[in-house]
Nanobody, 128 residues
């Protein structure tokens, strides 16, 4: 059974840091592009970062809203992808999701994937 499980969310003060983990089971994600998305109450879901597969160069993307503060990385030995979030702001409060796609599109941007397998989400709350 294909499953993605996020963890590492929580409550943090503005300026603080959190690291989200996305651990895969039922498949090996080394060949998969992985995306991180978030959805705040009353807002549309936003793609904030993604990374192509290791065989495709692990190219990354960051939305302008998180560029310079968030870092995506993957650990294929642990079958996991991480999102390091630094300098957190109030507006980063949201439910964060990781997602994957089993399509292979060598040379494509990680933004080109459909991301049709999703985790359950992790709440991140930034508050003073």
């Amino acid at each position: 059974q294909v499953q993605l499980v996020e963890s590492g969310g929580g409550l943090v003060q503005p300026g603080g840091s959190l690291r989200l983990s996305c651990v895969a089971s039922g498949f090996t994600l080394v060949r998969n592009a992985i995306g991180w998305f978030r959805q705040a109450p009353g807002k549309e879901r936003e793609e904030i970062s993604c990374i192509t597969s290791s065989s495709d160069g692990e190219h990354t993307y960051y939305a302008d809203s998180v560029k310079g503060r968030f870092t995506i990385s993957r650990d294929n030995l642990k079958n996991a992808v991480y999102l390091q979030m630094n300098s957190l702001k109030l507006e980063d409060t949201a439910v964060y999701y990781c997602a994957t796609d089993f399509a292979t599109m060598p040379g494509a941007s990680c933004r080109d994937y459909d991301y049709d397998y999703w985790g359950q989400g992790a709440q991140v709350t930034v508050s003073s």
